[in-house]
Structure formats: C-alpha cells, structure tokens
C-alpha cells in the first residue's frame, strides 16, 4: 500500500527533515484508475510504501476517500461507532494526529492496554519487536511479511504502536487487509 503525507523530498529527491506537511495521513491503493507516477516527482507529494494496512493504521494512516471509497466508508462507520458521532474526514485526521505524534519530539505516540482487549489489527511491542495482533497469535513485522507466529500474552499490559483511535476503529469492527504472509487471515 501507499501512503501520503504531504511534499517531503526536494527537487533532487532528497528527504528532509520533515516528516509531515499535513494532517490527512492517508493509505492508498497502489493501482488505481490507470494513473502512473515517478516515485519522488519534484513538487508531488511524497510516497510513503507499507506492507499492508495494518501496518500504515499502526502509522496513523487512515484509508484514502478517493482511491479506497470503499474501504474509507467502512473506516468511517466504524470511526462513527467507536466515537459515538458521524465520521467527517477533518475531524478523523485531528483526532489521529494528536493520537500518533509527540508534538515537540515528533516520536511516535505510544499508549498502553492490557493483551486480552486488544483487536485484531492493532500493532504491539513484544520483547522490543512490533508485531500484529491476530486472534490468540502474535505475528512478527518484517519488512518482506510477517515472521513466525507466537502466542499472545494472555494478561499484563502491551505497549502499544497503533494510534488509540484506530485502535477503537479496530474493535468497532474494521478489517484492515492484510499482507499475503499472513495466509488470508
């Protein structure tokens, strides 16, 4: 998948240091209508690639209205259920950038919740290693597809990476799909 947050790079395709020029981080298709692109074209946005959507929700992406209408309105009900109000595109990019982003540091905002609350789909640290929360199963990221499964703690407390909106994007009954890795779980 593909992600956009904004111009990034310079004319020589170099990155800076920004890491972001908007708040609506969104999650592309990485096909859509026949359009083609030069990866890094001088003053486009920048492309950002995921291995799958859990990956760029545990980012903070959100699925883009336009290549991924589909997939956006069932992100958006579900936004709508876990937030108990009608799911607008501004206010969902608010409420996920102050969830995702250390203002003066700009690290990666992490929270805590016990193992046996979290949805399918969540990313949580594990002995330091992000991995993808699946059922009973704890899948390990790699930047080629998931590593070998293991067990998922049953109590305690995770560390974890995914925003806590899409978190409850998550347990409000959203499917983010998933690399072919994870064998069409």
């Given at each position: 998948m593909m992600g956009n947050r904004g111009i990034l790079h310079d004319a020589q395709r170099?990155?800076?240091t920004a890491r972001w020029r908007h708040k609506a981080w969104v999650?592309?298709?990485?096909?859509?209508k026949g359009r083609q692109r030069k990866v890094m074209t001088p003053g486009t946005y920048t492309e950002l690639f995921f291995l799958d959507e859990a990956v760029a929700m545990?980012?903070?992406?959100?699925?883009?209205?336009?290549?991924?209408?589909?997939?956006?309105?069932?992100?958006?009900?579900?936004?709508?259920?876990a937030a108990g109000q009608p799911a607008r595109a501004p206010g969902m990019d608010a409420a996920l950038h102050a969830a995702r982003i250390t203002p003066r540091t700009?690290?990666?905002?992490?929270?805590?919740?016990?193992?046996?609350?979290?949805?399918?789909?969540?990313?949580?640290?594990?002995?330091g290693h992000a991995c993808l929360v699946h059922g009973r199963t704890l899948y390990p990221f790699t930047v080629s597809g998931y590593g070998k499964?293991?067990?998922?703690?049953?109590?305690g407390r995770a560390l974890i990476c995914t925003p806590a909106p899409m978190v409850d994007v998550l347990r409000a009954g959203?499917?983010?799909?998933?690399?072919?890795?994870?064998?069409?779980?």
């Open positions: 170099r990155l800076g999650c592309c298709a990485l096909s859509f545990a980012a903070g992406h959100r699925p883009c209205a336009e290549c991924r209408r589909a997939d956006y309105t069932r992100f958006a009900r579900a936004w709508a259920t700009r690290d990666q905002l992490r929270h805590r919740a016990d193992w046996a609350d979290l949805p399918d789909g969540a990313f949580a640290l594990d002995g499964p293991r067990a998922r703690p049953a109590t959203y499917g983010p799909r998933l690399h072919p890795s994870m064998g069409g779980a």
